[in-house]
């Protein structure tokens, strides 16, 4: 799948926005690839899986599109 990076923080997760979706999808910088945290910018365009986690769907394997 694919989206864009909505909202990081200095605490290592972040958000990423996907089209046609209203709901914002939460990654860890644990589920970077290629990629490090600090690298990233609000706005980046980014490939990922959906997982699940306890508290609900998640990105995994977040790299750079």
Do not use: Q, Y
Not at 3 to 19: N, Q
Not at 32 to 42: A, C, I, Q, R, S
Not at 44 to 49: H, I, L
Request: glycine share 14%; aromatic share 10%; proline share 2%.
């Amino acid at each position: 799948m694919t989206g864009t990076i909505k909202t990081l923080t200095d605490k290592g997760f972040g958000f990423i926005s996907r089209e046609g979706e209203t709901k914002d999808l939460f990654f860890h910088s644990n589920e970077l690839k290629g990629v490090t945290f600090d690298e990233l910018k609000v706005g980046d365009a980014v490939t990922f899986e959906i997982g699940e986690s306890e508290k609900g769907p998640n990105a995994t394997g977040v790299s750079r599109a």
